[in-house]
């Protein structure tokens, strides 16, 4: 049973540049959730999706967009990159269980993809 | 805004100790806590999800607890082990399964 995939696990980029990151929820799960850490930081939540849908989203610029497909894999977008962006990017799937408010069982998280704005 | 504070930052101890790791947060209207462990440059790993109508929670070594009225959760870590040493961290789950971090717990066990 694979658990929460993510793609790339490293990359580099320079200010005004553009990324696309990538997800595979665990088995069975159907709802997407995307946090950023910085370094010596806990996660701070970016946005939530659900039946292809953005749920909810946390206190993140527009900058930051996703998407969520039909076999309910998902992708962070990150536009005119600042270095500021540099962290980790984790990816968490869950199972919805009813909403709204949005209710989801447990979380579990990806390996993660860091990114290095320089 | 709810606000998780973990103490203390960081923490050593020798081998076969018995330890406790403390987390508050601000607002009790939670539907539930996990705590997580975190490997250098890793993601997270689930230890224990305690939803918000459970008292605690065990798992092998481990035993979390929660106390909604107060604020508080702790992780009791018994007879720990160096492959223990990681961050741990606590995260409320609010509305919309929004998870809400601490900034974690440093542990370090030696031989």
């Known amino acids: 049973d694979a658990g929460v995939t993510q793609s790339p696990t490293h990359l580099i980029k320079t200010r005004g540049q553009q990324v696309t990151l990538r997800c595979s929820p665990k088995?069975?799960?159907?709802?997407v959730s995307w946090y950023q850490q910085a370094l010596g930081q806990g996660p701070q939540f970016i946005f939530q999706?659900?039946?292809?849908?953005?749920?909810q989203r946390g206190n993140f610029p527009d900058r930051f967009s996703g998407h969520q497909f039909p076999n309910y894999s998902s992708e962070l977008n990150v536009n005119a990159l600042l270095l500021g962006d540099s962290a980790l990017y984790l990816c968490?799937?869950?199972?919805?269980?009813?909403?709204?408010?949005?209710?989801?069982?447990?979380?579990?998280f990806g390996e993660g993809s860091r990114l290095t704005v320089l | 805004k709810q606000e998780v504070t973990q103490i203390p930052a960081a923490l050593s101890v020798p081998e076969g100790e018995n330890l406790v790791l403390n987390c508050s947060f601000t607002?009790?209207?939670?539907?539930?806590l996990q705590w997580f462990r975190q490997d250098p440059g890793k993601g997270l790993t689930s230890l224990l999800l305690?939803?918000?109508?459970?008292r605690e929670q065990t798992s092998g070594r481990l035993n979390a607890s929660l106390d909604k009225s107060s604020g508080r959760s702790t992780l009791y870590i018994a007879a720990s082990q160096p492959g223990d040493s990681a961050t741990y961290l606590c995260?409320?789950?609010?509305?919309?399964?929004?998870?809400?971090f601490g900034t974690g717990t440093r542990l370090q066990v030696t031989l």
């Open positions: 995260a409320v789950g609010g509305t919309a399964s929004k998870l809400t």
């Open positions: 968490a799937s869950s199972l919805w269980l009813g909403g709204p408010p949005s209710i989801t069982g447990e979380l579990f």
């Open positions: 607002d009790s209207a939670i539907y539930n």
């Open positions: 999706y659900y039946e292809e849908e953005e749920r």
């Open positions: 088995s069975g799960h159907d709802t």
């Open positions: 305690i939803q918000s109508s459970q």
